[in-house]
Every structure is written in structure tokens, then in C-alpha cells.
């Protein structure tokens, strides 16, 4: 059975920095895409970081590109996600998706975490 799990959301403070973690089982790792979505409250769900296990194709999104980076530990199976500088528009809700043999980024998933939150605050 595949399985997501987020770990590492926390209260922060602004400007502060967090690495959330995306650890995965039940499927061939290098086969897939992860990618990084979060949803705040009253917003649509946005993609923020991808990467393709496969050809290492990374993808992060504009707003945050100076800020976040993505990478995966073969080893461990696990994709993180490296937020630094963190911004009150960054509390929200972080989930991770795995999505078989897709280019980045991507906007749906075959399998999906059960989010972790993470909180800025001023």
C-alpha cells in the first residue's frame, strides 16, 4: 500500500525557517513524481515544489523560488521541502503527492499525505 507522510510543520516566526519532509512507501520511489502543495484557509489548493524522482527535474514556483527548495534522498525514499525566510502568507496547510511518470510540475496526484501545518507569525 503506497503511503505519504509529512512531518516537520511548526509554529514559526516570521523569517524563520523550516525543512518538512515528505517520507514515502509502497512504490518505486525513482518512478515517481513528489510534489509539494498547500492549502490555507479559504484558498484553492496551490502547487508549490516539484521534483521527478526519475530524471531529478526540479520545479518550484515563483513566488517562492528565492525561498523553498526541493530535494529527495534516494536512500530514504523521502522528498523535503526547504522553506527559509519564511512570509505570514506561507501558514497554510502543506501536503505532499506522488504522481507516476509525470513531468513537473503537475497538479493532481496518485497518492496523497495527510498534511502537516505549518504557522508563521508575527
Known amino acids: 500500500e503506497a503511503q505519504l507522510v509529512e512531518s516537520g510543520g511548526a509554529l514559526v516566526e516570521i523569517g524563520g525557517s523550516l525543512r518538512l519532509s515528505c517520507a514515502t512507501s509502497?512504490?518505486?520511489?525513482?518512478?515517481?513524481?513528489i510534489g509539494w502543495f498547500r492549502q490555507a484557509p479559504g484558498k484553492k489548493r496551490e502547487g508549490v515544489s516539484w521534483i521527478n524522482n526519475n530524471d531529478r527535474t526540479t520545479y518550484t514556483i515563483e513566488s517562492v523560488r528565492d525561498r523553498f527548495s526541493i530535494s529527495s534522498d534516494y536512500a530514504k525514499n523521502t522528498v523535503y521541502l526547504q522553506m527559509n525566510g519564511l512570509k505570514l502568507e506561507d501558514t497554510a496547510v502543506y501536503y505532499c503527492?506522488?504522481?507516476?511518470?509525470?513531468?513537473?510540475?503537475?497538479?493532481?496526484?496518485?497518492?496523497w499525505g495527510q498534511g502537516t501545518q505549518v504557522t508563521v507569525s508575527s
Open positions: 509502497g512504490f518505486s520511489f525513482g518512478d515517481y513524481s
Open positions: 503527492a506522488a504522481a507516476h511518470g509525470v513531468v513537473v510540475p503537475y497538479y493532481d496526484g496518485d497518492y
